[in-house]
């Protein structure tokens, strides 16, 4: 007798649910740049096997919320930025330790305040376009970097910790872990 396989297994189902809190999250009001799409980005590239899955959540996730706050001429870095998260994310995947992920955590933050910092000076013209301009721009922008890295660093705590506790209490989680790998 064969037994059809479901579609969506319980670990993908709890990963999106995550995902999705996530994603709702960054309409909230919050600090600047205190949000939860870094670590939504790592995580996604940790977690979801297919590729083109962890890459598009982001993508969506940024244009909805766009759609909510409203577009600027830097989003095609924030965004791109955000798809190396994903890449970053990707190398969590069968290794998410807190170390790692802490580590992965600070890597995102960092890259997304050189290219993002790197946008505002080349696209905005608020700075010289010089050597000394790009030093400026991004010591003007170290302020955010922090609150950056305080959100990331939070919901990536969130999202990856709390998928690790609901592992440990969800056997059904663990297996099929297991039965992928």
Wanted: include cysteine.
């Amino acid at each position: 007798m064969i037994i059809p396989k479901p579609n969506l297994n319980l670990r993908v189902v709890v990963v999106f649910a995550f995902i999705l809190v996530g994603a709702a999250l960054r309409v909230a009001p919050h600090p600047w740049n205190f949000t939860p799409i870094g670590a939504m980005a790592l995580f996604a590239g940790a977690m979801i096997r297919d590729r083109r899955v962890a890459f598009v959540i982001p993508l969506v996730t940024l244009f909805a919320g766009d759609i909510v706050i409203g577009f600027h001429k830097l989003i095609p870095f924030v965004y791109v930025s955000f798809l190396v998260s994903v890449l970053i994310g990707g190398f969590l995947r069968n290794h998410t330790s807190p170390f790692r992920v802490a580590g992965a955590t600070l890597l995102g933050a960092v890259q997304f305040f050189l290219v993002t910092n790197f946008a505002v000076w080349a696209l905005l013209g608020t700075y010289p376009r010089t050597a000394t301009g790009l030093a400026a721009c991004y010591a003007a922008g170290i302020p955010y970097f922090w609150n950056t890295l305080a959100g990331d660093a939070l919901y990536a705590a969130c999202l990856f910790g709390g998928f690790a506790l609901v592992e440990h209490f969800v056997p059904a989680l663990r297996q099929q872990e297991l039965a992928r790998a």
